[in-house]
């Protein structure tokens, strides 16, 4: 497969996150599981060696993250409230959160590339599928339903999340910075390759990198909690954004060195695992819970379209 075709497939999975993420249902249980049954299918289609249907397989892996990235934190923020837990207990949770998704992803590496060795390169997709049926079943037998307004229209709902972004400016400053350093993080993701490749003179080791770029994230999540011991964050994200901004500057200010460049991206990894809790909690704050996943997936309305942008520049 040429290099075109892969950004065209990716291409489709982020437009299909940006026309069909913000038009599922209310009852996030049944989100979850829709999640399951979209991604198991996206993994079923890797087997065929067929464009179309790659391409059918990226639309639904978009749709499906669009509902990875709201229906699980809606479901969750819901339950917290209702069970009349702490408010600070939350910015725990997200933390542990980023905390397990950061040890799951340097795991899951290892083992994907265990069964790839194994099995074929096809083969993760197929414990992926694995791991979906296991999450889907402990939901629907775990989980009990919850809604945002359940009488609502899907269309009403819609409507509700834009005119809460459009009047309440602390939910329109979220959703912007959210957008904005989300999109920065997809181009690090494109961009880290080649900015440490052109300033090495050696080969650099890839595995060894990402694993490192792990640790600083489980690092930034585990210092996330120590700053809402002493502030909100609204008070230190601030400061977060700006070294975030700082780091990516220096392949700009300093190409050829490769030691600071790494060292900046490992710092803006740190950024990154305080920012996933730290927005959690903000959103957990100041969006309403009747339109949280619908206001939650407009919110990456803009950041599909700067992914887009960026991939189609390539």
């Known amino acids: 497969m040429s290099k075109h075709q892969i950004e065209i497939l990716f291409i ?8 069909f993420g913000t038009v599922i249902g209310s009852g996030r249980r049944n989100n979850c599981l829709i999640y399951g049954v979209l991604y198991g299918l996206a993994c079923v289609t890797k087997h065929f060696a067929n464009m179309k249907i790659l391409m059918i397989g990226r639309f639904l892996g978009g749709i499906a993250t669009s ?3 709201s229906a699980f934190e809606s479901w969750l ?13 939350l910015g725990t949770i997200f933390s542990h959160a980023a905390l397990g998704n950061s040890i799951i992803a340097i795991v899951a590496g290892v083992a994907a590339q265990v ?5 074929g390169y096809v083969a993760p997709f197929d414990l992926s599928l694995i791991v979906l049926a296991v999450m889907c079943a402990f939901v629907f037998q775990t989980w009990p339903e919850n809604y945002g307004d359940e009488k609502a229209p ?19 400053c979220l959703g912007l910075v959210q957008s904005l350093f989300e999109g920065s993080m997809y181009t ?5 390759t080649p900015a440490l490749s052109k300033a090495s003179a050696d080969p650099i080791p890839h595995g060894y990198i990402f694993a490192g770029f792990m640790v600083a994230t489980m690092m930034g999540s585990s210092l996330f909690k120590l700053l809402t011991k002493s502030g909100r964050p609204e008070d230190f994200m601030r400061y977060v954004l700006l070294l975030s901004a700082a780091c990516l500057a220096v392949p700009v200010i300093a190409p050829t ?27 957990g704050t100041y969006v309403p819970e009747e339109t949280r996943s619908t206001t939650i997936n407009l919110f990456r309305v803009p950041l599909n379209l700067i992914v887009i942008f960026i991939l189609w520049q390539v």
């Not at 819901?78 to 702490?86: D, P, Q, S, T, V």
């Not at 009403?156 to 999340?161: C, D, G, L």
């Not at 690090?188 to 880290?192: I, Q, R, T, Y």
Request: charged share 15%; hydrophobic share 55%.
């Open 77 to 89: 923020v819901y339950e917290h409230n209702k069970r009349g837990f702490n408010e600070r207990l």
């Open 67 to 69: 509902i990875l990235y």
């Open 154 to 172: 899907v269309q009403e709902t819609f409507m509700k999340a834009l005119h809460t972004i459009r009047t309440d400016v602390n939910v329109l």
């Open 188 to 192: 690090f993701v494109l961009e880290w």
């Open 257 to 283: 060195s490769a030691i600071a460049i790494f060292i900046a991206f490992l710092v803006f990894e740190i950024c990154v695992g305080i920012f996933w809790p730290a927005m959690g909690c903000l959103r």
């Open 115 to 119: 069964v790839a060795d194994a099995f």
């Open 12 to 19: 489709a999975g982020f437009g299909s996150s940006l026309l």
